[in-house]
């Protein structure tokens, strides 16, 4: 199989506060993950992108200095929201892909973040 | 840029109804398209993946079609049943190596 997982599942914090979301791959190798969110009866927008030991590449209006990405290794990103706002509150989903696995991505249970 | 649009938004079928959802997308030139199923608060577990050179994937009671030309897809869902009460998610694959995704067909199977 090819299992991603999300750490937490839900988070409250609050504004001002910053939090760590984790994405890893369970039983394969992520040559790249991607960062998506979504609101409520919305299709998922990809945020960023990362390749394990690069930078992130970011979406057109997101803010890189906000949402901080990590791929530190193979298994494992992290997003962090940084300074946290109510209008961050969100669903945020990673994906997984692995060129062993072609191009289909693998996506995590999600996130639920809320900024109070 | 691809749009992708997903019709009906939502819709009830009684138990044991076939369930036809629909796909459309603006940019023909896809290297896939993938359904997904997506449950309340939960991530997406996919369905069906359709390379761009096939027409149609089956597995068990779900088929999709794609008619790349047209930019249409069409996944059936065979007998429904309450458990298959969801949201379903296209998302279709550019050459920019990006998945772009549609709102969801928001489907409940009445027992």
């Known amino acids: 199989g090819a299992v991603v997982s999300q750490h937490p599942s839900w988070v409250i914090c609050k504004s001002g506060t910053s939090v760590k979301i984790e994405c890893r791959s369970l039983d394969f190798q992520a040559t790249t993950m991607f960062w998506y969110r979504q609101f409520p009866k919305q299709s998922l927008m990809l945020m960023a992108t990362s390749n394990e030991g690069s930078k992130a590449t970011y979406e057109q209006g997101v803010e890189k200095d906000k949402f901080l990405i990590n791929h530190a290794s193979l298994t494992l990103s992290t997003l962090t929201v940084t300074s946290a706002h109510p209008e961050d509150s969100s669903f945020y989903i990673c994906?997984?892909?692995?060129?062993?696995?072609?191009?289909?991505?693998?996506f995590g249970p999600g996130t639920r973040l809320t900024v109070t | 840029k691809q749009e992708v649009t997903q019709i009906p938004a939502a819709l009830s079928v009684p138990e044991g109804e076939n369930l036809v959802l629909n796909c459309s997308f603006t940019d023909s030139a896809i290297y896939n398209l993938q359904w997904f199923r997506q449950d309340p608060g939960k991530g997406l577990t996919s369905l069906l993946l359709?390379?761009?050179?096939?027409r149609e994937q089956t597995s068990g009671r779900l088929n999709a079609s794609l008619d790349k030309s047209s930019g249409r897809s069409t996944l059936y869902i065979a007998a429904s049943q309450p458990g298959d009460s969801a949201t379903y998610l296209c998302a279709v694959r550019n050459g920019n190596n990006r998945l772009a995704f549609g709102k969801g067909n928001q489907v409940v199977v009445i027992p």
């Open positions: 359709i390379q761009s050179s096939q």
């Open positions: 994906s997984a892909r692995a060129t062993s696995k072609g191009y289909e991505q693998y």
